[in-house]
């Protein structure tokens, strides 16, 4: 036991170094967090609290990514090669703005890996009937290889289905990658894992070799949901394989979302964002298909990859750029809507200017705090004129994003901090006038299943009802 000294010895020396701590990490925020409201609040956390505040700071405060940095610099210049002879070779053919990309494009090229190609087809899954059914389809017509990523997967029925089919293929001689994300799977047993390893399929959590240090990174999620075939088909969207996403949950029922199918050149971005997330964990380059195989259709489109790692915020900058560019109407649909300032301000003026601007949420939630979600930011859109539904028929989990009849997009991020800063998220957009027809046409169905939320719906709350809706607006940056 310690006697009296040797305990003054210890929290003599120990406190002063836990304060030090503390405000060595405060500078660590100053320097890496990248908004001011954020670094702030650890810097002051750190410095007066810093034996609550150090383990949280650990655990969900490291912003710096720097370990996918470096993984990402290595995969560029071991593929190298193969990435130039997809800019400057085998994408030349369908490059679809060489020279007079408008400005709104411009922006968006810049923040992509590839280009805005044309030959590209895309289809529209709406809920999990549609989209398993079209995953299914793909997998099984697999010759070569199959790559699968998603945030979240479940070992339940649609999940054993999955399961099944991956092993059918790998059996067939077929080669088989599956990546997870650790956090969003953590209930997915190990003899799910194992049995897919002993059937040959390639199995991976996104932190890989990286496990135990991802321990102190729970903050970054891999929220991905993407499945490629042989580099000719690929499907993205908001559905991760559970069986809540068929409706069998007892709570979110129906549920609704939206999944993508493309073929043409877009699958070359799609496959190098799933190829850079394998290397990551693995350490590993797969050899794969990198010829593009266009479709008649000749749709124009872009893919967006972002996260955490991205010297600028690669996603949010995606949205106001979306929301600013608007002439005649933005509809955004997402589950979760926490906007930053640049975004909310966004809204607000393209409102002001007569833009038609809807934002599309669940009355239904997932979590307790989203329950407040909606109404927390409506006092400051409505009276600008931003119109706010609520999905009334189940649980809305889609992401879609509709500007004039210009383009669309479809793809992982949601519309909150986590997206945009935190979340390593993938987004498919389309130039492509029929494209955003039929993105319209599925979204006024939605509309008509929601009710318009106004002013008048906060204001005759309660007291408690509107102290928790201002009080989410202080969680907003952890959301």
Known sequence: MFDGTTLGWILGIGIPLIHAIGIGHAVDAIMKTRTPQGATAWAISLVILPYLALPIYWVFGR??????????????????????????????????????????????????????????????????????????????????????????????????RFKDQLIRRAQAGVRVYLLYDEIGSSRLPRSYKKDLRRAGVHVSGFAGKRRWRRRFQLNFRNHRKIVIVDGKKALIGGLNVGDEYLGHDPKLTPWRDTHVSIVGPMVQGIQISFLRDWYYGREEILDVNWEPTPSDRDRVGLVLASGPADELETCGLLFTHAIESAEERIWIASPYFVPDGRVLGALQLAALRGVDVRVLMPRMTDSVLFKFVPYAYLPEVEQAGVKVFLYEEGFMHQKVLLVDDDYATVGTANLDNRSFRLNFELTCLFNDADFCSNVADMLLQDFARSTRLTQEDLTGRSFGFRLCVQSTRLLAPIL
Not at 79 to 87: A, C, E, F, S
């Open 63 to 160: 912003f710096q990514f720097g370990e996918y940095c470096r993984a990402l610099r290595t995969f560029d210049a071991v593929v190298d090669q193969h990435l130039t002879h997809i800019r400057h070779g085998v994408l030349t053919d369908f490059i679809a703005y060489p020279q007079d990309e408008r400005g709104e494009l411009r922006a968006f090229r810049a923040l992509s890996t590839l280009p805005f190609t044309r030959g590209n087809d895309a289809t529209l899954h709406v809920d999990g009937d549609a989209t398993f059914e079209a995953i299914f389809e793909a997998i099984e017509s697999a010759q070569e290889y199959i790559l699968a990523q998603f945030f979240l997967i479940h070992d339940d029925d649609i999940g054993r």
